[in-house]
C-alpha cells in the first residue's frame, strides 16, 4: 500500500492503495465517484471511459500510478449536469437501461472538444469501442449530433 495523489475533477485527492489498482477502482471504492461504471474490465466495452488529461481512457485498464495529470469523471463533466452532451443525452432520450451512458457521454465529449462538427461517420468512428447493450446507438448518434449543433 503506498499513498498516492491524484487530481479529480479539478481537486487533489490522496488514497492509500496498491499503485497497481486500476484506477477505475479507486474512484469508485476509495472516491465514491461511483458514475464510472464497471463493465467488462478488460477495457473492451467503455463503460469505465474517463478523461486523462482531456483524452478518453479505460479506467479498468490503468494503473492509479500511471495517472498524471488531471483525470475527469463523468461527476466532473458539468457541475449541474449541463454540458451540452449531458443535456442532448436527454433531448434525445438516448439512454434505455443506462448503464454504459456515462462512458458513452465521456467518449462522445472527448469527440466534440476535438471535432466540434463531426460528420455521421466519424461520430460512429469514434463511439465504436463505446458498446451498448441495449442497441440505443442511433439514439446516442443523433445525441451527439444535437450536442454538436448547439456547441
Known amino acids: 500500500m503506498s499513498e498516492i495523489t491524484i487530481r479529480v475533477n479539478g481537486q487533489n485527492r490522496k488514497v492509500n492503495t496498491d499503485p497497481l489498482t486500476p484506477v477505475l477502482w479507486v474512484l469508485r471504492e476509495h472516491l ?13 466495452c467503455g463503460s469505465c471511459t474517463i478523461h486523462l488529461n482531456g483524452s478518453p481512457i479505460r479506467s479498468c485498464l490503468i494503473p492509479v500510478s500511471n495517472c498524471n495529470g488531471e483525470i475527469t469523471t463523468i461527476e466532473g463533466l458539468s457541475e449541474n449536469n449541463d454540458h451540452p452532451v449531458q443535456k442532448a443525452w436527454i433531448e434525445a432520450q438516448a439512454p434505455q437501461c443506462g448503464y454504459c451512458q456515462s462512458g458513452q457521454i465521456m467518449q462522445a465529449a472527448s469527440l466534440l472538444e476535438n471535432n466540434d462538427n463531426p460528420s455521421r461517420e466519424e461520430i460512429k468512428s469514434h463511439m465504436s469501442g463505446n458498446l ?8 446516442i448518434i443523433k445525441a451527439i449530433e444535437i450536442a454538436s449543433e448547439k456547441s
Open 32 to 44: 465514491g465517484l461511483t458514475g464510472t461504471k464497471y463493465g467488462c474490465g478488460k477495457g473492451l
Open 132 to 139: 451498448c447493450r441495449c442497441a440505443a446507438y442511433m439514439r
